[in-house]
Nanobody, 117 residues
Framework: QVQLVESGGGLVQPGGSLRLSCAASGSIFSIYQMGWYRQAPGKQRELVASITSGGSTNYVDSVKGRFTISRDNTKKNTFYLEMNSLKPEDTAVYYC??????????WGRGTQVTVSS
């Protein structure tokens, strides 16, 4: 089992930047893909970005060119979501997710991102 803890959320003005971090513990070598999801009030949770153990990345169209998912190559258990040019519609609770080779899925508790002037 993998445990995930997110950090780095907060309030930012439109056009600003934030970096979210996800610290994984437990069976981290069983992870084949990490992802960042978000859920806005009244909306379904959506996949924002993902990165595989091989380094392949994928983004939802609405964040392409603005968000970057990455992995700390020295601290294999830490993943990031760099968010630039933030818009009010990016406001949501952001969740870190881990998919394991076994088929298990793990979630963090989420971190709030609010984009407002």
């Amino acid at each position: 089992q993998v445990q995930l803890v997110e950090s780095g959320g907060g309030l930012v003005q439109p056009g600003g930047s934030l970096r979210l971090s996800c610290a994984a513990s437990g069976s981290i070598f069983s992870i084949y893909q990490m992802g960042w999801y978000r859920q806005a009030p009244g909306k379904q949770r959506e996949l924002v970005a993902s990165i595989t153990s091989g380094g392949s990345t994928n983004y939802v169209d609405s964040v392409k060119g603005r968000f970057t998912i990455s992995r700390d190559n020295t601290k294999k258990n830490t993943f990031y979501l760099e968010m630039n040019s933030l818009k009010p519609e990016d406001t949501a609770v952001y969740y870190c997710n881990a998919d394991e080779f076994s088929g298990s899925h793990s979630w963090g508790r989420g971190t709030q991102v609010t984009v407002s002037s």
